[in-house]
């Protein structure tokens, strides 16, 4: 207690909530990230309509059925979608603005979320051609921490027509 | 990393959230941190902690008063194996303390060594952390411990 000088009035409390979870990745998402570890995108088939997943959850959602076929995909995507975010938020680990966009990577039917860099926000696209820009080798690990980013590759957008099934 | 493991990782989820407190809970949490426990005068009694409203009317309460740093635990459970964020790392009991002066009751922590030891009635007195180590928060109290065990009634500051 300060005799002289009091410190002022507790206007705020600080009510920190922590959930501490062990998570288990399964049989289908560890194929994935034991490919992210030696720099391979890791999908699986669906035996009844072919379809490829990634990251792979174990069933076709449309068959029913178990996917046990592991494919190995393409470095390469097109962006079918994306977002600018400008807006800063508690926990935030890049510098604003950047684009967080699903990529369909070449050889799969479904996209996944990336970050796209190298190229200013205004000018990413609907189409856009993008490669993977890995990590060196020796920081890749079970994660898509692996993956730096995407950037484009220079090639022409893809017709929409190649990806208007996948919005 | 064996091809057809299952992965585990720890998954953690934090939120760090930091909430206004008021006038009332304000100058609770003041006190605490200066090292004396208010409650507010209301038309129910002295509600401690204290509260804006009267708790059973809805009433708005009045003048902040200090009461303690003992009391009277009116109900108790014993906890034999504390988890990592409560409040004491050895068994204690989780106890309801009516302060002298006040006529409500707050949930606190004694720590009195074993269950038996704990009695509904008992006198308990505060025992406050250093005040380099408090911040304005009910863990400004460490815990209460049975009055006993002081032979002065005062807070242990």
Known sequence: ?167 | MAAGDVLRAPHVLEYPYVRSVGPVIGAFLTGLRDGRILGVRSVSGVVVPPTEYDPVTGAATGEVVEVGPGGVVTTWAWTDHPTPDQPLDRPFAWALVRLDGADTAMLHVVDAGSRQAMASGMRVVARFRPAAQRVGHVRDIECFVPATDHAATGAVR
């Open chain 1, 1 to 167: 207690m300060s005799s002289i000088e009091p410190a002022p009035p507790v206007t705020t409390l600080a009510t920190p909530i922590r959930i501490d979870y062990e998570y288990t990745a399964g049989a289908a998402q560890s194929r994935f990230l034991e490919g992210l570890a030696r720099g391979v995108f890791v999908g699986q088939r669906c035996p009844v309509c072919g379809k490829v997943y990634v990251p792979p959850r174990g069933s076709c959602p449309t068959d029913g059925v178990p996917t046990t076929e592991d494919v190995e995909l393409a470095n390469t995507g097109t962006v079918t979608t994306f977002c600018v975010v400008n807006v800063p938020f508690a926990g935030q680990q890049i510098e604003i603005p950047y684009i967080c966009a699903q990529i369909l990577l070449d050889g799969a039917n479904i996209a996944f979320m990336g970050l796209i860099q190298e190229i200013p926000p205004d000018q990413v696209r609907m189409g856009l051609r993008v490669e993977a820009v890995w990590k060196p080798a020796d920081q890749w690990g079970p994660s898509m921490e692996s993956v730096e980013y995407f950037r484009p590759t220079g090639e022409p957008d893809a017709p929409y027509e190649t990806y208007e099934e996948y919005l």
